[in-house]
């Protein structure tokens, strides 16, 4: 597949990524604020605990949906101020929520088990650390290294997208419940991201 091909393959499966995270993120909010009585553990979590599930969930889809014009050229070379200035606000939304994230793990009751708790405060403090290299870098005018940085952070932000397409997976094809394909899932869409997103840099050459 030449590059173009598959660039425009790439968006398309992030626009999908992110349109199921505002879907999901839109019912959650939905099921948080709307006062109705929920019987399962899941939705209890979000209704006890409103303020650090907005908080998380705004700010991280902010960070999601703005994300994309930083890797446009025609923002980050002829509108530079434009990127320098969105930056710095993509980079207060992910710390946001990356905080807030890790805040509802010991927060929130555990749902999913051990698997779910341990990637959320895996893969929670590194995008943060990815976040916050991105920014070092973009200061000190390093910008191989502030693009490999950012690649990270914006895969693994999205990675909670992956997550909920492979949830759905893994409920269809094997006998796991929602509780069950839960921690799996995450780790799962975080691991995959990452993965795809350092076989990006690779391919590119940002070293």
């Known amino acids: 597949m030449g590059n173009s091909k598959l660039i425009k393959a ?19 909010s939905m099921d948080t604020f709307s006062g109705q009585v929920h019987q399962a553990v899941f939705e209890l979590r979000y209704i006890e605990h409103p303020w650090i599930s907005a908080l998380h969930m705004f700010s991280g889809i902010a960070f999601i949906c703005l994300a994309p014009l930083q890797f446009m050229s025609s923002v980050r070379l ?21 905080i807030y994230g890790i805040a509802a793990a010991f927060a929130f009751p555990a749902f999913g088990g051990l698997s779910s708790e341990t990637a959320a405060l895996f893969f929670g403090p590194l995008f943060i650390f990815a976040i916050v290299r991105a920014f070092l870098y973009a200061r000190n005018k390093e910008i191989k290294a502030h693009q490999r940085w950012m690649i990270r952070a914006f895969a693994l932000g999205l990675a909670v997208g992956t997550q909920r397409v492979l949830l759905i997976l893994l409920m269809v094809f094997t006998p796991s419940n929602f509780e069950q394909s839960f921690g799996p899932a995450l780790w799962l ?6 993965l795809i997103a350092e076989a990006w840099i690779s391919k590119r050459r940002l070293h």
Request: hydrophobic letters at 65%; glycine letters at 8%; zero cysteines.
């Open 189 to 194: 869409g975080f691991s995959i991201n990452f």
């Open 10 to 28: 790439g968006w398309a499966l992030v626009s999908l990524l992110i349109l199921v995270l505002i879907a999901f993120a839109f019912k959650r």
């Open 78 to 98: 002829r509108r530079l101020s434009l990127h320098r200035h969105l930056g710095r606000v993509l980079v207060i939304m992910a710390l946001i929520s990356g």
